[in-house]
């Protein structure tokens, strides 16, 4: 990043609407900063920075880059033609990755960095809320809402700012923090990796980054993370704690006991067990749990202080989302679009659910779809009957043969019972058509499928109200 990347006192961001765009919009406007973007539309999250004094413009057009920018900020998302950018390389203004404006802002702070192919969102959101409930109010910057448009992020006065590392365009390398989490390692991002050797190497570079005398948090039972662990150990002023259940690990999670749409978590520290709770489901979740108190510890917060903590936080949007209830019928979003987290999610549910599950599966991405189909196919097969939707594009083109069928394909191989809908509207019906009194719902995937929860809800209301 070169020295003008770090002018950010009248910054624009081009698509400032997006999870990792909108939290370091809203940093910079809180500092003070006179913060301008664009985005493709209206949303919560638009309203939220408007508040805050940022202008916002729907729509993309170089006439919305103000005079006086002092940089634009871009993510990788944003396509060389976009209008704003072009305009800003013809007047010369600064242009500024995400990844490089997040480094900026934690410049000064005790940086800690979580990382991993799942779970970043997660465990970074229990560090933030863990940590507030401590006083030690922290800044972070989340992919991803706690409660509310805008939650994503806080500009705190504390020394600790905790970050969302993303893999996903090698932009965690801009990051120097004092501790980092990796939670796992799994070949994911197709159109950025050719090789699991390539994905290594990727978080061989990011944990070379950890300050000298830092601490990484790795997981001990996961595969991937395992062969991290055995390539970087023998670095010089590095501190390494390995997490999970896994015998030989440094904080050892003794048991994980499900209590409904909760966890009871035992784990062993320093020679004492230790028990706190996790207001979500799911083994991984608790997991997750455990990571962030070990990087807590690393910072030197009091281990039964944090662990107690933990227990506040309650879930971030669309990690397991309630979002409501009719006619019997529960609907629950889920990010999950990758088979591994797909699997994870369907079993944490499972164990929580007295009646069917249910899915509405909405793909992301051509390439992963292209990668990954026949496993998608079989995390389905985890659920009692699931509704397939079309492929959601997000920043790629289609790719010719890649398509949902693939999915569904490979689900029914498992012999998972499935239907294909390609008519976006129509999905709440057929599934209001599907569900019955008792059944937990998941809407499930990384685009747009998460609109669906309410229509989804309306249509069981009117179902349950004829008969």
Do not use: C, W
Request: glycine share 10%.
């Amino acid at each position: 990043m070169n020295d003008a990347a770090h002018d950010l006192h009248a910054p624009h961001f081009i698509g400032i609407g997006g999870a990792g765009m909108s939290g370091l919009a809203k940093i910079l406007a809180v500092r003070g900063a006179s913060v301008s973007g664009s985005d493709s539309k209206e949303s919560e999250t638009v309203l939220a920075l408007r508040a805050l004094g940022a202008t916002v413009h729907v729509g993309h057009a170089a006439e919305h880059v103000p005079d006086g920018t002092s940089s634009v900020v871009v993510s990788s998302a944003i396509r060389a033609d976009n209008p704003e950018l072009a305009a800003a390389r013809e007047r010369g203004i600064p242009v500024v990755h995400r990844s490089d404006a997040l480094a900026a802002l934690m410049g000064g702070r005790r940086a800690l960095a979580v990382a991993g192919t799942h779970g970043k969102t997660t465990t970074t959101s229990m560090l933030a809320v863990a940590l507030g409930e401590l006083g030690l109010d922290p800044s972070y910057a989340i992919g991803g809402d706690l409660d509310a448009p805008g939650s994503n992020a806080q500009h705190g006065t504390g020394e600790i700012f905790v970050a969302e590392a993303d893999e996903s365009d090698r932009s965690f390398h801009k990051y120097a923090p004092e501790v980092a989490i990796v939670l796992n390692v799994e070949l994911d991002h197709h159109a950025n990796y050719a090789s699991i050797d390539e994905i290594y190497e990727s978080f061989e570079t990011f944990v070379g980054r950890i300050t000298p005398g830092g601490t990484l948090v790795v997981s001990a039972d996961h595969d991937g993370a395992r062969e991290l662990t055995a390539r970087v150990a023998a670095r010089e002023g590095l501190h390494v704690v390995t997490v999970g259940a896994a015998e030989d690990a440094d904080l050892r999670v003794l048991s994980v006991v499900a209590r409904g749409m909760t966890s009871e978590v035992t784990v062993l520290l320093d020679g004492a067990e230790l028990s706190f709770t996790v207001s979500v489901p799911g083994r991984h979740y608790a997991h997750n749990a455990v990571a962030a108190l070990a990087a807590g510890v690393a910072l030197g917060v009091p281990a039964a202080d944090l662990a107690k903590a933990l227990g506040a936080y309650t879930g971030v949007r669309r990690r397991l989302q309630l979002k409501g209830e009719a006619g019997g019928v529960q609907v629950i979003d889920s990010y999950a679009h990758h088979p591994t987290e797909m699997a994870a999610d369907l079993e944490a549910i499972r164990e929580a659910a007295e009646g069917r599950v249910l899915v509405v599966f909405q793909p992301h991405l051509f390439s992963r779809t292209q990668q990954l189909a026949e496993e998608m196919g079989q995390a389905l097969a985890l659920a009692d009957a699931s509704v397939v939707l079309d492929i959601y594009p997000a920043r790629e083109d289609p790719i010719p043969g890649v398509t949902s069928e693939l999915i569904i394909h490979a689900a029914r191989r498992a012999g998972a019972d499935v239907t294909a809908e390609h008519d976006f509207a129509a999905a709440p019906a057929v599934l209001a058509g599907l569900a019955r009194p008792g059944d937990l719902l998941l809407t499930m995937g990384a685009g747009d499928v998460t609109n669906l929860g309410p229509e989804i809800l309306k249509h069981v209301a009117n179902v349950a109200s004829n008969v």
